[in-house]
C-alpha cells in the first residue's frame, strides 16, 4: 500500500504540466502510459541513432551486460517482454554480432543469450550518447520528480502491481 502513496508523490503536478501543454484529457492509463513510452523511445532513439542502436536494443544490450548469460525466458521476464518480443529485437543484435544466442549445454531446450565483445563495445560507445538522452528527460520532466516517477514506473512493473491487479 505504502507504493500507492509514491505513485499518487509522483504523479503530483504532472496533470498541471499536461494541461500547460494543451493536451486533451485521456482517461486511459494504458494509453496515457503507451503514448508517453513513445515520446520518450522516440528521443532516446533520436540520441543513439548515429550509433545505429535503438533505445530497445540498447536496453536489451544493456540487461544481457547485468545478468551475465541468461536464458530468454529469464531475458524476456527481467525486460517485462513477451518472448516473441523479444525474439523479433534479439534477430538484429544477433545478425550484427552483438549478441550470441547458443544452446544451454546443461538443457540444449533451453537458449543462452550472451553479449559479445562488440556488444560490449557498442554498450560503452553508446553510453555519452544514452546519458545525454536521460540528462534531458530530467530536465524537461524535472530532476526533482524524475527520482519518484521512477519509483511510480518500478512499482507498476512489480509483481506487487499486477497481483492488485488482477485481484483489485
Not at 538484429?92 to 544466442?101: A, F, K, M, Q, Y
Request: proline fraction near 3%; aromatic fraction near 4%.
Amino acid at each position: 500500500m505504502h507504493m500507492l502513496v509514491i505513485v499518487k508523490a509522483a504523479l503530483e503536478g504532472v496533470g498541471e504540466m499536461a494541461s500547460k501543454a494543451g493536451n486533451e484529457k485521456n482517461l486511459c492509463h494504458c494509453t496515457a502510459l503507451r503514448k508517453a513510452s513513445r515520446r520518450v523511445s522516440q528521443i532516446y532513439d533520436s540520441a543513439l541513432e548515429p550509433y545505429g542502436l535503438r533505445i530497445t536494443q540498447r536496453a536489451i544490450l544493456n540487461q544481457i551486460a547485468r545478468s551475465g548469460t541468461p536464458m530468454i525466458g529469464e531475458l524476456a521476464e527481467a525486460l517485462v517482454m513477451d518472448r516473441g518480443a523479444l525474439a523479433h529485437n534479439l534477430k538484429p543484435l544477433e545478425r550484427d554480432g552483438l549478441v550470441e544466442i547458443r544452446a544451454d549445454p546443461k538443457d540444449r531446450r533451453n537458449r543462452l543469450v550472451a553479449l559479445t565483445a562488440v556488444g560490449r563495445k557498442k554498450l560503452e560507445e553508446t553510453a555519452t550518447a544514452w546519458k545525454r538522452a536521460q540528462d534531458g528527460f530530467e530536465k524537461a520532466f524535472g530532476v526533482v520528480k524524475s527520482p519518484s516517477l521512477r519509483k511510480a514506473l518500478e512499482f507498476i512493473v512489480s509483481d506487487e502491481f499486477a497481483a492488485a491487479f488482477r485481484h483489485g
